[in-house]
């Protein structure tokens, strides 16, 4: 495809889908190139390079996020759909874990998740930097939460460059690790109950039982400012929890 044919939305477009095929390190400009039927150096005309590729299709899928209405729900109901989007998102495009440690990223498509999150904070009662810390507060753990995700994906792709079979492998790994634990009484109560079968494995709903925590830490704060619950303001209050 000539490069007056093509256009940045494209590019970007078809980096996102590379980058969630093969990650980080799959992306490269002739992969690209080969992938839109063009020549690497016509893709070049149009990002300046990988790094600057990287940049845009991180700062797009921003916009998979839904930012809801603050007029029809609660600031609870809204941090809680906003968190389950961002967390989804990161899944679905694990290499932007990754990328977040090796790129600075902005845009517009960030830039709108930000300032709804602040929105969404403020409306809950927090202010000025009080909103950004928990609202840092929620992303990290959303973000902690998604690198398990990443680096299994990563991981994957590297054993399957290696050659075998990726998945026989990581089973062979957890069966040594879960004899390991069979030592430990903690760890070999856990091994030996019914639903499980691999002691670093998170239980159901791990998710959402932390982030319902934080929610509920957050929500302490602000009840225990609030007169006649014996609380003041206090940004030393809420540094504690966030």
């Not at 190139?33 to 700062?59: E, I, Q």
């Not at 109560?189 to 691999?198: I, Q, V």
Request: aromatic share 8%; no cysteine; proline share 2%.
């Amino acid at each position: 495809m000539p490069r007056d044919t093509l256009t940045r939305e494209q590019i970007v477009q078809t980096a996102i889908e590379l980058l969630d095929a093969d990650g980080l390190e799959g992306l490269n400009m002739r992969s690209l190139g080969r992938r839109l039927d063009s020549a690497a150096t016509a893709v070049y005309w149009h990002v300046k390079s990988k790094d600057n590729l990287v940049t845009l299709a991180g700062d797009q899928v921003w916009d998979e996020i839904e930012l809801p209405d603050l007029q029809t729900v609660d600031w609870r109901s809204a941090a809680t759909s906003m968190a389950t989007d961002l967390y989804a998102m990161f899944t679905r495009h694990p290499w932007l874990v990754q990328a977040l440690a090796s790129h600075l990223f902005h845009g517009s498509g960030k830039a709108r998740h930000d300032d709804h999150t602040l929105a969404v904070y403020e409306a809950a009662g927090f202010v000025g930097a009080e909103a950004d810390q928990a609202a840092a507060t929620v992303f990290m753990f959303v973000l902690g939460n998604a690198l398990g995700e990443s680096a299994n994906a990563s991981l994957k792709r590297r054993l399957g460059r290696d050659g075998g079979d990726a998945e026989e492998r990581i089973r062979d790994t957890v069966a040594q690790a879960s004899e390991t634990a069979m030592r430990f009484p903690r760890l070999r109560a856990r091994l030996e109950a019914a639903a499980a079968t691999d002691y670093g494995a998170a239980p159901d709903n791990s998710f959402e039982f932390g982030l319902q925590a934080i929610f509920d830490g957050l929500e302490s704060q602000l009840a225990a400012r609030r007169p006649g619950r014996g609380g003041v303001s206090g940004r030393g209050d809420l540094d504690r929890v966030v």
